[in-house]
């Protein structure tokens, strides 16, 4: 198990970026399978991207493909998701997440953190 926190979210204007930051804490980081997830108010959870154990391979959502991208570095137990081109349809709270086994979004991640805010205005 490890312990995850984000930061970098905020308040951006539309068509703007932001990077969030995800700091694992604990062993084995590159054991670890990492995702970024978000969920809106009053909408289920969706899956933003999974990133494999060495960064080398990615899964994306649809709605933000070609506009974010994610990269890890493992010698900072740290992934990172830059957003760029921001629409108010991005505003959700953000979570990265973190599994051993699980890279697609069918199965469950079993470490999260806490989330980090992100609103976009018009």
């Known amino acids: 198990q490890i312990q995850l926190a984000e930061s970098g979210g905020g308040l951006v204007q539309a068509g703007g970026s932001l990077r969030l930051s995800c700091k694992a804490s604990?062993?084995?980081?590159?054991?670890?399978?990492m995702a970024w997830f978000r969920q809106a108010p009053g909408r289920e959870r969706e899956h933003v991207v999974s990133?494999?154990?060495?960064?080398?391979?990615?899964y994306w959502a649809n709605s933000v493909k070609g506009r974010f991208t994610v990269s890890r570095d493992n010698a900072k137990k740290t992934v990172y998701l830059q957003m760029n081109n921001l629409t108010p349809d991005d505003t959700a709270v953000y979570y990265c997440?973190?599994?051993?086994?699980?890279?697609?979004?069918?199965?469950?991640?079993?470490?999260w953190g806490q989330g980090t805010q992100v609103t976009v205005s018009s």
């Open positions: 604990g062993r084995a980081f590159g054991s670890y399978f």
């Open positions: 990133v494999d154990k060495v960064g080398a391979n990615t």
């Open positions: 997440a973190a599994s051993r086994d699980v890279y697609y979004p069918t199965r469950e991640f079993e470490d």
